[in-house]
């Protein structure tokens, strides 16, 4: 029996019901075996045993995955808005390495391609768009976006004074050859990765890097504040727009119940 168009738009976008979301699990199982196959396709032994079975496997999921790409082109009802949308490039670039090797002849040029193959991994990136808790995510980070960036500007000035004192303070003889090599030293030390090979040896200089690495450690949980206050935030405007007959976890309305937990996603509500 064939599938109208509308129907297999609900399949493929939706994932309300047993066939929308059995499209949703097989796609998942698709892109983890694909990323599994690039995974070990990268391990030089079993490439060299298992080749063969890698590269057949990779031409099944691309040719899928390019099943799928035009699908939702086909299907979406401004397919500009979904090639050019961000899920529209990963998809894209997920699968264009692989092709790209038909084209290219020259050896040097295919050993290029083979490391664009590796774009393959980006298919996980595919995955945001099963996860429902996603949306919170990208509202919190848009919502936070300037603090963000005003937090990142703090972060840039505290770098490039700290890297100028330390070119002062330390000098070439110790490793400070430059403000941008002070810089690269206060970037390591203020994440608390410490790589050690660049370091002061003067007091005032260990006085300096002990300050920013204790500066390091409060500095780690301001991003993480304003995301999940964001998140929160967030939470409770959707919860307050979609009402009380609302899950607040599926967002579904009206509200079906089966024994105080909502059908649809299972949340338990009371």
Same mark, same amino acid.
């Given at each position: ?8 738009? /609900? ?8 066939a929308s ?35 057949? +496997? $990779? ?8 099943? $799928? ?5 086909? +299907? ?50 595919? +995955? ?17 976006? /300037? ?25 070439? $003889? /110790? ?30 200089g260990q +006085? ?13 949980? *301001?991003?993480?504040?304003? *995301? ?38 299972? $949340?338990?509500?009371?």
């Amino acid at each position: 029996m064939a599938i109208s168009k509308k129907r297999l738009a /609900h399949i493929v976008f939706e994932s309300d019901d047993w066939a929308s979301k059995t499209f949703d699990i097989v796609l998942l199982f698709m892109i983890f075996g694909s990323i599994f196959v690039a995974i070990l396709d990268s391990v030089a032994s079993l490439r060299a045993q298992y080749g063969e079975i890698f590269l057949i +496997l $990779e031409w099944v999921f691309t040719i899928l995955f390019t099943i $799928e790409y035009f699908l939702r082109v086909w +299907l979406s009802r401004k397919p500009s808005g979904y090639i050019f949308s961000f899920f529209g490039m990963v998809d894209l670039l997920a699968i264009l390495p692989t092709y790209l090797s038909f084209f290219v002849l020259n050896s040097q040029l295919f050993t290029v391609v083979r490391a664009l193959r590796l774009l393959r991994v980006i298919r996980i990136l595919k +995955l945001g768009r099963y996860v429902a808790e996603a949306e919170y995510l990208t509202k919190s980070l848009r919502s936070s976006s /300037h603090k963000i960036l005003i937090f990142i500007g703090f972060v840039i000035t505290i770098v490039l004074i700290m890297g100028t004192f330390m070119f002062i303070i330390e000098g070439p $003889e /110790h490793g400070f050859t430059s403000i941008p090599i002070g810089m690269y030293w206060a970037i390591v030390t203020l994440t608390t990765v410490g790589f050690g090979d660049i370091y002061p040896v003067t007091p005032l200089g260990q +006085l300096l890097s002990s300050l920013i690495m204790l500066l390091g450690y409060a500095i780690i949980a *301001v991003p993480t504040g304003i *995301v999940s206050s964001e998140m929160a935030s967030q939470k409770r405007k959707d919860e307050k727009a979609l009402g009380d007959n609302s899950c607040p976890k599926c967002r579904f309305s009206p509200l079906p119940l089966t024994d105080n937990y909502c059908k649809n996603c299972g $949340e338990k509500l009371f």
